[in-house]
């Protein structure tokens, strides 16, 4: 005997509720036109506008460096990443024993 369907509802509605304005937002992003509750048609335009904000390009660096820099861990095989915060020495690589 199985769980009964009704609990699987408020699983699915609580997906639909979080993922649903992300969907929204994206298929958005593409829009030629400045209405944002209309599509108008297929268009990387918003994104050259994006590209050429220095603020936006700075964000998206310091984003992808920091992305870069993983914390080491005596788990995991993969090397100490080389980027470490400006002033702080670059972290440890030892694994411990015991």
Partial sequence: MGRPRFLYVPFW??????????????????NEG??????????LKWYGVLAEDDKVMEGLV??????????CSPRSSAPCSPWAWPGTPAPSCSTRSG
Avoid: C, Q, W
């Avoid at 509605?13 to 929204?24: D, G, K, M, Q, R």
């Avoid at 944002?36 to 268009?43: A, C, D, I, R, V």
């Fill in 13 to 30: 509605l609580t997906y639909v509720f979080l993922y649903a304005p992300i969907a929204v937002l994206v298929v958005m992003s593409f």
């Fill in 34 to 43: 400045k209405s944002p509750y209309l599509h108008e048609g297929f268009s």
């Fill in 62 to 71: 310091n984003t992808l460096i920091v992305a870069g820099d993983r914390p």
